[in-house]
């Protein structure tokens, strides 16, 4: 059975930093692309970042480039989101995504883990 077990969120001072960890269990998570989405409170789900098999290519939406830094280790099967220069904008619950390699589709969502910058 798939499993990504999303941790580390919470409230954080603008500017403040934290960083998301994400424990996948039930695959071969060196086999896989991987990355973040998030949805804030009365949106739709947005897409953050996403990291290839072996952490070499990364991508970042243009609103948190140079803020915020993907990575993965795949020997512990975990994925990391390092969130620097927070605001209040980036207020949102945080979920990891098992992708397709191949085609990039999302296969398994996470349950989530809320941040929360506050004003």
């Known amino acids: 059975q798939v499993q990504l077990v999303e941790s580390g969120g919470g409230l954080v001072q603008p500017g403040g930093s934290l960083r998301l960890s994400c424990v996948a269990s039930g695959f071969t998570f060196s086999n896989h692309r991987m990355g973040w989405v998030r949805q804030a409170p009365g949106k739709g789900l947005e897409w953050v970042s996403e990291?290839?098999?072996?952490?070499?290519?990364?991508e970042y939406a243009s609103f948190v480039k140079g803020r915020f830094t993907i990575a993965r280790d795949n020997a512990k099967a975990t994925l990391y989101l390092q969130m620097d220069n927070l605001t209040p904008e980036d207020t949102a619950v945080y979920y990891c995504?098992?992708?397709?390699?191949?085609?990039?589709?999302?296969?398994?969502r996470g349950q989530g883990t809320q941040v929360t910058g506050s004003a």
């Open positions: 995504e098992q992708k397709s390699t191949i085609t990039r589709r999302t296969l398994t």
């Open positions: 990291i290839n098999y072996n952490g070499a290519d990364t």
